[in-house]
């Protein structure tokens, strides 16, 4: 069965902590992986895909990374404007619209 | 208007009301989607549309009708809710199903209390 796993599930670092979230899936083959962010009370904004292993976008202070089995999502030296919640999504190879979401992660940064 | 819009923004309705959420999409896209968002739970997709036709209908119960007039226009008329209905529901809209992996793009989102 097709499955998509954050961890943690809330992260609270200091202004210029760096550190990375993550994403385990499980699908029969990779269409594509989405990495989404969504403020409170807003839609999912989207950040990033991914579509094979070994491949890496980057976009100011975000760097997604992807292998066989997870995503990652490296954030350095985070601002506390980074703060919300961080959505993951797979698309099978056998759909071509469907996506799998996590259930995000909540990344706190203080100042 | 930019990207995708929602209204209302909030909605407060009775179990025994209708009403209707409108999305409206500003990008070019031929494909709509309705989500379900609850606290805490992955987003669960209500509804597809691709040109029009309707392509999915994920076993949604009866008491919510989707409506696609058009690829820049989604509707979703509710009717007879329950109080589990009470959740963030969020349209978004997309290039064209097909081959290629495309993107989606969320609206705000109403936020629907049913009391």
């Known amino acids: 069965e097709d499955q998509v796993t954050q961890s943690p599930e809330a992260l609270r670092l200091q202004e210029g902590e760096s550190s990375s979230l993550n994403c385990s899936y499980t699908?029969?083959?990779?269409?594509?992986l989405f990495w989404y962010r969504q403020d409170p009370g807003k839609g999912p904004e989207f950040l990033f895909t991914l579509y094979s292993a070994g491949e890496e976008k980057e976009k100011e202070r975000l760097k997604a990374t992807l292998t066989k089995k997870e995503s990652f999502l490296h954030i350095t030296a985070p601002k506390p404007e980074d703060s919300a919640t961080y959505l993951c999504a797979v698309q099978d190879q056998d759909s071509n619209y469907q996506l799998i979401w996590g259930a995000g992660t909540k990344l706190i940064i203080k100042p | 208007e930019t990207g995708v819009t929602q209204t209302p923004r909030h909605l407060v309705m009775g179990m025994t009301n209708k009403k209707s959420l409108k999305c409206e999409q500003h990008?070019?896209?031929?494909?709509m989607y309705w989500y379900k968002q609850s606290a805490k739970k992955p987003l669960e997709l209500m509804f597809v549309y691709n040109f029009k036709e309707q392509t999915e209908n994920n076993s949604v119960p009866s008491r919510f009708s989707p409506e696609c007039p058009n690829s820049s226009h989604l509707f979703l008329h509710l009717h007879t809710l329950q109080p589990e209905d009470s959740a963030l529901y969020l349209c978004a809209s997309s290039q064209p199903l097909g081959p290629l992996t495309y993107e989606q793009y969320f609206g705000p989102g109403t936020r629907l209390t049913v009391t």
């Open positions: 990008l070019g896209h031929n494909a």
């Open positions: 699908v029969s083959g990779l269409r594509g």
